[in-house]
Structures are given as C-alpha cells and as structure tokens.
C-alpha cells in the first residue's frame, strides 16, 4: 500500500513538473532574459556637428511589475564602432554587462565626419527589447581634419549653404566669430572664395569657408566657431577643427 502511494506520488509530481506555467524553484533576480517594460525609447538627434560625441537622453531601467532591487538583466550596444553606453554616471564601455531596476543608461556615439547629412546608428539591447539612437549631421557642416601640420594656416572643406536650415531660420543671415568658442589663432572667413569681415551678408547658394592657424604642440585641437544670425529665426553655429599630427 504504501508502495502504490509512492508511485502515484511520483506520477504526480512528474505531470505537475510538465506543466507550462507551473515553476518548482523561480527566480529570485530576474536573471539575464528579464525583458524591461517599458523598453527603450531610442531617440534620433539631427543637424549634428561632425565628429562629436553624441549623448543621447537618459533611460532609466524598469521590469513593469517587478519592482526587486535584485532584479537583473542583459546590456549590450552594437552597430558603429563608436558605440558605447554608461550605467549610472559610470564611464562609457561597449562591454556587455548587467543592469538592475532603476538603473539609469546612457547611449553615446560619435557623429560622422564623412559628410553632410550622415547618420551613425547604435542599437542599444536590454534584456531582448532593444532600440536604435542615431546621430546625423546637419546639411551646414565643416569636418574636422586630422593629422594636421603643426602651426600652420590651415583651411577647410568648402561648403555651399544650404537653402534652409533648422530653426525657422529665414535668409539673408550675417556672419560673425563667436570668440566664446574659438580657440584657434588667426581664424577667417571666405565667403565665394574671397576673404570676408566679420557681420558680413550671406546667401544660399554661397560657398563658405574658414581657416586658421593650427596648433603648435602635436595631438592638439583648434577649433574655429562662427554664428549664422538669420533675418528671424533661430541662429545657427558650425565649428572648424583641426588636430595636429
């Protein structure tokens, strides 16, 4: 008799053990496959500067009704090779690691220097659900040249200003030197290939260019900043750089 029990015992426990939604020994943490609600939101930032650090807005980890401090899950990044993302103020890694609720994440790349309207992507994956932040630069940009000479004048790329740019920007606009951000030496403007003053008109369809003097210690930025003012509108800066070899 009590060998028949035994059985129906062992039957028992291997039918419950089959079932789907019955679990003997859960989690306490959540483990790696946590999936976190809401996932994160992504975010798409435009008319970026080239080669510069993108830091996209914070997300702040949650698993919907799992509220456990203990609570774990999977973080990684990928797509461009600039891709990183730092947990709680902590330095930026491309390493996979852990996060917990209420942990606060940081996506960061660095925006093209390619071009004009160029888009660097990172997928950030947390815990399966995953999201794309992207940074693309603005139709007015000047790329930053590297391996420069040192002390040298130095110009760069010549660009066309665009027909519209962001901001409700309305033309004619005047340009100028913006001295808070300038930190080269003997900084120009060339407007149509001749060299210009400083508050003068600028146009569509116009070349812009600017030059300066490069640093004179090596693996050193200059950077040349100006200010597009608009007839009305929202004004509208672009930045020169160079970095000595």
């Known amino acids: 008799m009590k060998k028949t029990a035994l059985v129906m015992i062992c039957f028992a426990v291997a039918a419950l053990a089959g079932c789907g939604n019955f679990e003997w020994f859960p989690s306490s943490s959540g483990g790696g496959g946590t999936t976190p609600v809401p996932p994160p939101p992504g975010q798409v930032i435009t008319d970026l500067q080239a080669d510069t650090v993108t830091t996209f807005n914070p997300y702040s980890v949650t698993f919907g009704t799992i509220t456990s401090s203990t609570t774990t899950t999977s973080i990684s ?36 220097n390619y071009g004009t309207n160029q888009t660097i ?38 660009v066309t200003v665009p ?69 009305s509108g929202t004004a509208y800066s672009v930045t020169f750089k160079t970095v000595t070899q």
């Open 163 to 231: 027909a519209t740019l962001p901001g409700s920007f309305v033309f004619p606009a005047t340009i100028t030197l913006d001295a808070t951000k300038t930190t080269a030496s003997g900084s120009t403007i060339w407007v149509n290939g001749a060299q210009a003053s400083p508050g003068v008109t600028i146009n569509p369809g116009q070349t812009l260019q600017l030059k300066h003097t490069t640093a004179s210690t090596s693996a050193t930025t200059a950077m040349t900043a100006v200010t597009l003012t608009p007839t």
């Open 121 to 158: 992507s990172t997928l950030l994956n947390v815990g399966g659900a995953s999201a794309y932040y992207n940074s693309t630069t603005g139709s007015l940009i000047f790329l930053t040249i590297k391996s420069v000479p040192l002390g040298t004048n130095y110009p760069s790329t010549v």
């Open 77 to 112: 990044v990928s797509g461009d090779i600039s891709s990183m993302y730092a947990v709680n103020g902590g330095a930026p890694t491309n390493i996979a690691g852990t996060v917990k609720t209420n942990d606060v994440v940081t996506v960061q790349n660095t925006s093209s």
